[in-house]
């Protein structure tokens, strides 16, 4: 009997994310095969992900984006669904998924990467504006035409094929208290100071003072992030500090480095 889609691999990768990961698990059964891709989990999560039948392999930590494409090519389908832990496949996105892999089945012209709103939640509720929404996520790729950057944080998928964008939302619902996403956001600005030297970029005074302003007036004032009420306005206060934060953490090591020489 001939297939009716493209065989669909969901990839997740994670750390320690029992509590977010069943959810996750219950929301892909239509995929063909799960592979979970755990770096060193003590809470049960390799565990949890095969009582729902997904392939878990570990691999020590290799960076967000070199994790992320270690678990594709892990993956036994060519065509890849990527998911964290806390993200959950709404039922509008589903059936888009499935008439995209329905279509590259049998159309040779059809896209070969799909990009989809990203709903995050964040203080009890699921932000539709600002910098929160739709926050645009290419997630369902063919491998064969598309990878994962190497970048070990804020990392993308690099392509060039043509890329389309599929209706429904992928729910971010991390349910992490603002202490845990404060704590985060820090390693992620450092991460981000790192790899901004390395690529040659330099901190100024302008940019330390400038970059949270514009942030604002980007986020809150143009993109209507003040019609998310009060978590929208604090997503977006923490964005802000979080990019001044990025360049004085890059201050910090520029003087540092100057200091030694």
């Known amino acids: ?5 493209q065989p669909l691999s969901v990839v997740i990768i994670t750390l320690n994310a029992a509590s977010q990961l069943e959810a996750c698990l219950q929301n892909v059964s239509f ?14 999560t390799p565990a949890l992900a095969e009582r729902y039948g997904a392939q878990v392999i570990t691999q020590e930590w290799l ?9 594709i090519e892990a993956a036994s389908h060519d065509w890849v669904l990527c998911l964290d832990a806390d993200e959950r496949v709404s039922p509008t996105l589903q059936v888009s998924i499935e008439n995209a892999l329905k279509a590259s089945l049998t159309a040779e012209n059809t896209a070969r990467a799909f990009r989809f709103p990203r709903c995050n939640r964040f203080l009890g509720r699921y932000l539709k504006h600002g910098e929160g929404y739709p926050d645009w996520s290419l997630r369902l790729f063919d491998r064969r035409q598309a990878r994962w950057s190497d970048d070990a944080v804020h990392e993308k998928v690099i392509t060039r094929c043509r890329i389309d964008e599929l209706p429904g939302d992928l729910l971010h619902d991390s349910a992490e208290s603002l202490a845990c996403y404060l704590t985060k956001q820090n390693r992620y600005t450092t991460l981000s100071a790192e790899m901004a030297l ?11 003072a400038l970059s949270p302003l514009i942030r604002f007036i980007k986020f809150y004032v143009i993109r209507q992030g003040y ?9 977006i206060v923490i964005g802000c500090f979080n990019s001044m934060m990025k360049y004085s953490k890059m201050l910090e090591r520029q003087n540092s480095d100057a200091t030694l020489r």
């Open 1 to 5: 009997m001939p297939a009716s889609r």
């Open 227 to 235: 019609r998310d009420g009060l978590p929208g306005l604090i997503h």
């Open 198 to 208: 390395a690529a040659g970029k330099r901190a100024s005074f302008g940019r330390i």
């Open 31 to 44: 995929a063909d095969e799960i592979v979970v891709v755990d770096s060193g989990s003590t809470d049960g």
């Open 63 to 71: 960076g967000f984006g070199p994790q992320k494409q270690f678990a």
